[in-house]
């Protein structure tokens, strides 16, 4: 019965599977191609103090743009490096430029933090891990200006052995913050433990805010009261509307991050967009 079952689905899920595997395995190809070509820069998208409106980091975001001048999403490669095994390599790369972005911001006379996001596949690889430790103890880079990004998810997928790591990233001086915090399964008892300095409330429920159920506006009280508690600087992700960051303010957020504010952008961009605020500093 079971065997008849899974023919006839996928005799009828056929044309679309084949199709799928197709575009991946040729997705995955020009990523490979793309990984060697260098085909990938970062974005930085600034993070601001809500009431001030002053930059107080930036988070780096990777674009890859094909010879045709098309972008590919990285919700749509990220998952895919990390199936196939390269989002450790990307990632390595990622780090470099971050260091880059780091050193070319302070050139300029802007030193503020740079988060760059990990994954938990990231974390387990040595020779990721200690990139970031030899720059920090060559001292190339100052690690207060390093915030490491991980999602709720991933660093709840192996809490035993990532809050471990997340401690020493945290004693060396470097920023941790827990990505899309809310739409992961942590346990209390994990949270209340977890070697973070940071929760990034996700944006699903900053726009949930206003909804009439008000699900998403008691998230973010939830997360926010966390802070306070445990020690936490809560910055609220995607803020696209006046409305939301007043509500934000209202409700003790201190940090937030979004296209009201600005969207992610090119280092030499970034930095003549940063350019009143130097001078008026
Ligand atoms: P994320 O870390 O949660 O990053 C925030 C995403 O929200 C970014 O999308 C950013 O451009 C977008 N965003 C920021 N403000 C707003 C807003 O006001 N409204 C809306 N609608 N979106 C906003 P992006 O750059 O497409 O990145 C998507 C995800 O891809 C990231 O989510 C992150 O999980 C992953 N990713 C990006 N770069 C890297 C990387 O270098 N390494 C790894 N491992 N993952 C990365
Ligand atoms: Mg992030
Ligand atoms: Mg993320
Ligand atoms: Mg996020």
Redesign the pocket.
Known sequence: YQAGQQHKRVMSYQPVMLEQITSRHQLLRELQVAIQNRDMF??L?PKVHLVSRQVVGF?????WQRPDGSFV???QF?PL??TSGL?SR??TE?LEMTFVAIEALQAAGIALPIS????CA?LMNGQYVATIFNAVSSGRIDPVLLDI?I?ESQAMEDYEKINPLLHRFVELGMGVSI??FGTGYSSLAHVTKLSATTL?V??SFV?AMLDEDQAGSHVVDMVLQLGEKFGFMIVA????TETECEQLIGKGCLQG????FA??MPLNVLIDWLKPELSCA
């Not at 760059?116 to 994954?119: E, G, I, L, P």
């Not at 992700?237 to 696209?240: A, K, L, N, P, S």
């Not at 991050?257 to 009201?260: A, E, K, M, N, V």
């Open positions: 970062l974005v998208q988070e780096a975001l990777l674009r999403p990285p919700d990220i490096a990390e989002i990307i990632d990622v760059f996001n990990a994954t990231d990004e999602t990505d899309d990034k996700d944006r726009s992700e995607g803020i696209e991050q979004g296209y009201l969207k992610p």
